[in-house]
C-alpha cells in the first residue's frame, strides 16, 4: 500500500527512505567513521532505561552510605546504643531501610541495612547490632 505520510526516526527524526517498509521506526544501523555500529533503536531503548537504572543506582548509593556510616559507628567509635536524632544527624535514613521486621509482641521495628540492624530500645535510642542475614 502507497502511503505519502513521511515518517521519521523515532530516536533523531531523520526521515526514513520512502521505499523502507512500513513496521520501520527507526533508521537504519550506520557504520560510523571510527568503525562502531550506530543504532538509533538501541540508542532509543537505552535512554528510556536509563531513569530506572539511576533510581536504582541512587538506591545502592544510599544503601552503600548507610552501611558506610554504621560500620564508622560500630567498628571504629564502638558505639551500640545511639539517639535517634543522632544517627539521623550522621545521615541515616530509617525510610530507606533494606526491609524491617516487626519486633514479636511489640509495637516496634527493626531496621535491617547493609550488614547491621536496628533496633528501638527506647522513644528516642536506638541499638546498632551487626548481623551475618543475606539479604
Ligand atoms: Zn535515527
Known sequence: METSEIRKC?????ILPKNSHGLRTFCQNKLESDGSIKSCKDDYNNASKKPKYNMLKGWCMK???FYLILKLLYERRKVREIEMTELANY?????YSLFREKVKGENKFVLYYLQYYLLPISETKIK????DRTI
Open 63 to 65: 544503601q552503600w552510605t
Open 91 to 95: 545521615g541515616i535514613d530509617f525510610n
Open 10 to 14: 523515532k530516536y533523531c527524526d531523520e
Open 128 to 131: 546498632i547490632v551487626k548481623h
